[in-house]
C-alpha cells in the first residue's frame, strides 16, 4: 500500500533521533549537511526563509494538508515534542495562508522550534518579532478553512523530497535538508569529518595560501590548456 500522502491519519508514536545529535546538525548547517550525505535531501529553493541568522535543526512532525485548509495545524500540534519541526506539504499547490502568529504561539508552547512548509504563511512581521523561525514557500495574506481532512506523522513529499515522520530537518539561511533519521549518524560523522577538513584550509587561506595550491589545481588547469601572460602584447602572438 502507498502510504506516502494518505489522508485521515494521525500518528501519535514516532522514533525520533536523540536530541544531542539532532543540535549538532544546527551547527553544521545546511550547505555541510548536504554535501554529507552527497549532495542529497535539499528542499526545492522555493522553501526560503522569512528571517535571517537563524539555523536550526529537529526531528520532523510532518502534516498534510489540502488546498487552502489548515485544520490538521491543530490536531498536529498535540503531537509535538519539544524540540521538534513541523514539517508541512500540500496536497496540490497553494500559495494561501496557512500559518501565523496565532499558530506559532501555540507551537511556541509546546517547544516546537520551528515551521518549514511548501505553503504560504502570513502574519511574517509578528513571527519575526516573536523570534519564531519559518521557512515557506511564499508569504500571502489570504486566509484558509478548516474542513477537510488531511494527516499528521505520515510519509509527505515536501519542495520535491520524500520525508518521514521523525526525520531530521536541518533549515539556516541557505535553505531546508532532511536528513533521513536512520542515517543521521553517518551523516553527522561525515559533516563533522568535512567540518575539521574546512577549518584547516580556511586557516591556511587565511594565512595567505592559494586555493590554487590547496585544491592541486595548477595541473589540472595547465591540462585543461590555461596559459599565463605577461602582458597583453603577448595576445597578438596566439
Not at 1 to 7: I, L, R
Not at 59 to 84: I, K, R, Y
Not at 92 to 106: E, N, P
Not at 188 to 199: G, M, N
Request: glycine share 8%.
Amino acid at each position: 500500500m502507498n502510504v506516502v500522502n494518505k489522508k485521515g491519519v494521525v500518528v501519535t508514536n514516532i522514533e525520533r533521533t536523540g536530541a544531542d545529535l539532532v543540535k549538532r546538525f544546527a551547527r553544521y548547517g545546511v550547505a555541510t549537511t548536504h554535501e554529507a550525505q552527497e549532495r542529497s535531501g535539499l528542499l526545492d529553493v522555493r522553501v526560503r526563509p522569512i528571517q535571517q541568522n537563524r539555523a536550526v535543526a529537529g526531528s520532523a512532525v510532518t502534516v498534510l494538508v489540502s488546498p487552502g485548509d489548515n485544520w490538521m495545524f491543530h490536531v498536529a500540534v498535540e503531537q509535538c515534542l519539544p524540540g521538534d519541526i513541523l514539517l508541512v506539504a500540500p496536497t496540490s499547490d497553494c500559495h494561501d495562508g496557512f500559518f501565523g502568529d496565532l499558530l506559532a504561539t501555540s507551537l511556541h508552547a509546546r517547544g516546537v522550534v520551528a515551521l518549514v512548509g511548501d505553503i504560504g504563511i502570513r502574519d511574517s512581521q509578528t513571527l519575526r518579532e516573536m523570534g519564531f523561525p519559518v521557512w515557506s514557500r511564499v508569504v500571502y495574506a489570504q486566509g484558509t478553512v478548516k474542513e477537510t481532512l488531511g494527516s499528521v506523522n505520515v510519509p509527505v513529499i515536501c519542495a520535491g523530497q520524500l520525508v518521514y515522520p521523525g526525520d531530521i530537518v536541518v533549515a539556516d539561511d541557505d535553505g531546508v535538508v532532511i536528513v533521513p533519521r536512520q542515517r543521521a549518524p553517518a551523516v553527522a560523522a561525515a559533516a563533522q569529518k568535512r567540518e575539521d577538513a574546512e577549518e584547516s584550509k580556511r586557516k591556511r587561506l587565511a594565512a595567505g595560501e592559494l586555493g590554487l595550491d590547496i585544491y592541486q589545481m595548477r595541473p589540472k588547469l595547465a591540462e585543461k590548456g590555461l596559459r599565463y601572460l605577461d602582458s597583453l602584447d603577448e595576445l597578438k602572438n596566439i
